[in-house]
């Protein structure tokens, strides 16, 4: 089974199962989940449950699957809050880190925001805030107790739920003649919200600025006309 590499072949879904198998997978999602932002983990979820049932490449029962999937999810979520409470100040002063890029942080924290602590469950299937939404949980005010409740309810909902969904429709023939498209699908809508969340603050910076320019503009005019009348 091949799946469409989307980006470096390195890092693609097909290529991490085949050297790394289960271990790979854990591993990308434990450091998605609170440290670095990879590509979309739902389609490496997807084609994890797409081998399981092809059982070739991984051999794992499917509930052992998902039950150490979810597992890396909430270690890899708590890892986030703790380094967003511990470093969370310096995280969110440095506007040219490479790491940690300012918008992505930006991007979580709008999100945390709009949506309060049940952000911890959606933002599971959104790429990049999945990742930095725990940290700006840790450096808030939202507490352990409520975050490991929501945490462990996203874990489950995304990693047995994306991982599952792979497994039973890898079953249909459809599923299994097109696995590239699907995988492609699966890229796009998960990165969907992302990128229109970009668009429309992109809109709003120049709704902002074209009232300013207007005001400005207008300000000059009086201004020059002041200047006439004082000759």
Known sequence: MNTL????EWLSADHLIAQFGLAGI????????????FLPGDSLLFTAGLLVADGTRITQPLWLVCTLIVAA???????????????????FNRP??????RENLDSAHEF???????????????????????MVAGAGS????????????????????????????????????HVEGIIVGIVLIS?????LEVLRARGK??????????????????HGRHAKRSR
């Open 191 to 195: 990165v969907a919200p992302v990128a």
């Open 112 to 134: 945390m925001d709009k949506h309060g602590p049940k952000a911890i469950v959606l933002a599971r299937f959104v790429p990049i805030v999945r990742t930095f939404a725990p």
């Open 205 to 222: 910076s120049g709704s902002v600025a074209g009232p300013r320019a207007r005001r400005s503009g207008h300000t000059t005019t009086q």
């Open 96 to 101: 040219h880190s490479r790491l940690f890029k």
């Open 73 to 91: 999810a909430i270690l890899g979520d708590q890892v986030g809050y703790l380094i967003g409470k511990f470093v969370g100040p310096k995280l």
């Open 5 to 8: 590499a989307l980006g470096p």
């Open 142 to 177: 939202m507490t352990y107790r409520t975050f490991l409740t929501y945490n462990v309810v996203g874990g489950a909902a995304w990693g047995a739920g994306v991982t599952a969904a792979g497994y039973w429709l890898g079953q249909i023939a459809f599923i299994k003649e």
């Open 26 to 37: 854990l591993v990308i999602v434990f450091a998605e989940s609170g440290l670095f932002a």
